[in-house]
């Protein structure tokens, strides 16, 4: 029997909570700048689902919220992703997995847009 996926969101630059936190997730393509990897206590960087570098730089070039999750979701729905999330979602059902990312608001972010997609 799965149990429902545990996901959390949490910003990378955040301590770690152990007994919270589980399998800790970064959904960003680049290393957080400033941080060092023994702080950030992240357990897991797969890139297969992080969005690429083409689309971050679309987005970042003024891309709109709406058409990025479109794209993101695409993205998301490709043969090395879908892997990643099957892989994902089984950890989530086991134990709380944590997504990381660097934004200031992961909940109005890719990683909240990722935390629905291993939900469904």
Known sequence: MTREPV?????VYDPPEPAADGVRVLVDR??????AKA????DEWPKAVTPSSELRKWF???GSAAEFRERYLAELAGPGA???LARLRTLAEAGPVTLLTAVKDPASSHAAILAERLSA
């Open 7 to 11: 996901i959390r969101l949490r910003r």
């Open 82 to 84: 879908e892997a990643e």
């Open 30 to 35: 680049l290393w957080p700048r400033g941080l």
């Open 39 to 42: 702080v950030a206590g992240v």
């Open 60 to 62: 970042h070039g003024g």
